[in-house]
């Protein structure tokens, strides 16, 4: 028996042209080298980033000094509170702003401005609000009031340095701003010039906000309402520069175009029954 040969398989696919095979080689490297250039840009960023959170860290670049300046009536305790928050913390994390506005909070703080003084120290400046007045409350302590008509202290002593004011007394804690009746009152204390002010031993205020002055060593001062305070301040001072200090009893200065005198003894219920002197 004749054996017969099978001619071998052939594989009948084309052949790879080899220039495809060169171009998916060159695709292949190309994209390992673009995963290579952004795992090196990733690891570049978190050393950037580690760097970066240690350097804000580092105690050469912390707060070590805090300057204060402008601190009279400032309560000192709730200050060195503030002043211990920020000491040691990174200065490139510093606040300035809200740091601000907590020192603005204390109620004798008008104003406060906090500037880095870099690497290490940070500079307070405070502008401290002006006591004007002061009245007594319905719980027994003296109310200072500042010139924009907040309360920046309860005192149990009256101090004798800034205008009484008598009449309704609420009562108010320090860094409250007073009632509008009262508000009225801080307008004109503050309006007072000197002379007048140097002869008011006190100055009353009903609930609606009349107000009348009372002069030392005698006499009265019949203002009304806050209104047109620099011409009853006016007619004030001319109707004093004509009387004896000895003399005085009423002045009338509603309409201080028209201001009105009564000579001592007349009574002032005469001349407003709505309003009486206040005490404290």
């Not at 580092?58 to 709730?78: H, N």
């Not at 880095?116 to 002061?134: H, K, N, S």
């Not at 109310?143 to 005192?155: M, P, Q, S």
């Not at 005085?248 to 009486?276: E, F, H, K, N």
Request: charged residues 20%.
């Amino acid at each position: 028996m004749n054996a017969t040969l099978d001619p071998p398989e052939t594989d009948e696919r084309s052949p790879i042209d080899p220039r495809f095979e060169e171009r998916r080689l060159a695709v292949n490297q190309a994209a390992g080298r673009r995963k290579l250039k952004w795992l090196l840009v990733a690891a570049f960023v978190v050393l950037l980033l580690v760097g970066a959170a240690l350097l804000v860290r580092a105690p050469f670049l912390s707060v070590s000094r805090v300057t204060v300046s402008g601190a009279t009536y400032t309560d000192a305790a709730a200050l060195q509170d503030v002043v211990a928050s920020i000491e040691g913390e990174p200065m490139l994390l510093l606040d300035e702003g809200a740091l601000e506005s907590r020192l603005e909070a204390l109620p004798w703080v008008r104003r406060a401005r906090v500037q880095r003084d870099w690497p290490q120290d940070v500079t307070i400046e405070l502008a401290e609000r002006t006591p004007l007045a002061v009245y007594g409350g319905s719980d027994g302590l003296w109310h200072v009031v500042d010139t924009d008509g907040v309360v920046v202290a309860n005192l149990e002593g009256r101090p004798v340095d800034v205008l009484l004011i008598t009449g309704d007394s609420p009562a108010l804690q320090p860094g409250q701003r007073v009632p509008e009746h009262l508000d009225g009152a801080v307008r004109v204390a503050r309006a007072l010039p000197p002379s007048l002010k140097a002869r008011t031993g006190e100055m009353a205020v009903d609930a609606d906000g009349n107000l009348e002055l009372h002069l030392q060593p005698q006499g009265t001062v019949l203002l009304g309402q806050p209104d047109a305070i620099r011409d009853k301040l006016i007619a004030t001072l001319t109707v004093l520069g004509k009387l004896d200090p000895a003399t005085v009893g009423t002045i009338d200065v509603r309409a201080p175009a028209d201001p009105v005198t009564q000579p001592p003894g007349a009574g002032q219920a005469a001349a407003d029954p709505s309003l009486t002197p206040g005490s404290a």
